[in-house]
């Protein structure tokens, strides 16, 4: 079982950064793949970014490309997302995921737990 805890959301104006943490549980994070998603209500899951158990391979939605970086430290359990260039759009509940498969994956019915999501607001 794995819990999973996501912090550092909040509002920032457009143009700003924030940095998301996801902290995990248990002893076997490093063999989780991880992954970020978000959701604005009565709206769909959207990927965000993936990252491989190992963290040497990740992967990007064409809307963040560039702007947002995935990673993760295997010692600390915890993964990370620093956003740059927020844009109002991005405004949405931001959660991590685990996959006990060990390369990336961008679906979300991949994953098998959750956190509870953080809200991030751009301010335009």
């Known amino acids: 079982q794995v819990q999973l805890v996501e912090s550092g959301g909040g509002l920032v104006q457009a143009g700003g950064s924030l940095r998301l943490s996801c902290a995990a549980s248990?002893?076997?994070?490093?063999?989780?793949?991880m992954g970020w998603f978000r959701q604005a209500p009565g709206k769909e899951r959207e990927f965000v970014a993936t990252?491989?158990?190992?963290?040497?391979?990740?992967y990007y939605a064409d809307s963040v490309k560039g702007r947002f970086t995935i990673s993760r430290d295997n010692a600390k359990n915890t993964m990370y997302l620093q956003m740059n260039s927020l844009k109002p759009e991005d405004t949405d509940v931001y959660s991590c995921?685990?996959?006990?498969?060990?390369?990336?994956?961008?679906?979300?019915?991949?994953?098998?737990?959750w956190g509870q999501g953080t809200q991030v607001t751009v301010s335009s």
């Open positions: 990252i491989s158990a190992s963290g040497s391979s990740t």
């Open positions: 248990g002893r076997t994070f490093s063999s989780y793949a």
């Open positions: 995921a685990a996959t006990r498969r060990y390369y990336y994956r961008t679906n979300s019915h991949d994953y098998d737990y």
